[in-house]
Nanobody, 112 residues
Framework: QVQLVESGGGLVQPGGSLRLSCAAS?????MAWYRQAPGKQREWVAVITTGGSTRYRDSVKGRFIISRDDAKNTVYLQMNSLKPDDTAVYYC?????????WGQGTQVTVSS
C-alpha cells in the first residue's frame, strides 16, 4: 500500500517561512502539493515532474519552491514570505500511472 506522510506544518507569523516535507513509501511520478482553507475547495499549489520541471499557482510564484529528493522518495515545499491567505491544510499528492495518492495533510497557520 502506498503511503504519503507530510510533516513540517505549524504556526508562523506573516513574512515567515516554513518547509513542508512529504515522504512516500515508494517512488512516484509527478508529485504535487495542494491546500484547503476552511470553507474552500482544495486547490493545487505546485507540481514537480520526474524530470524536475516545476509549476506554481500564480499566488505563490516567487515565494514557494517545490523540490524532490528521489533517493529518499521525498518532496519538499519551501514556503517563504508567508501571508495569512496561505493558511490551510497542505496535502501531498503523488501519482502512479492514473492513480492519485494523498497524504493526511499538515496544518499551516499564518497569523500574528
Amino acid at each position: 500500500q502506498v503511503q504519503l506522510v507530510e510533516s513540517g506544518g505549524g504556526l508562523v507569523q506573516p513574512g515567515g517561512s516554513l518547509r513542508l516535507s512529504c515522504a512516500a513509501s515508494r517512488s512516484m511520478y509527478n508529485m504535487a502539493w495542494y491546500r484547503q482553507a476552511p470553507g474552500k475547495q482544495r486547490e493545487w499549489v505546485a507540481v514537480i515532474t520526474t524530470g524536475g520541471s516545476t509549476r506554481y499557482r500564480d499566488s505563490v510564484k516567487g515565494r514557494f519552491i517545490i523540490s524532490r529528493d528521489d533517493a529518499k522518495n521525498t518532496v519538499y515545499l519551501q514556503m517563504n514570505s508567508l501571508k495569512p491567505d496561505d493558511t490551510a491544510v497542505y496535502y501531498c499528492n503523488g501519482k502512479i500511472g492514473t492513480i492519485n495518492y494523498w497524504g493526511q495533510g499538515t496544518q499551516v497557520t499564518v497569523s500574528s
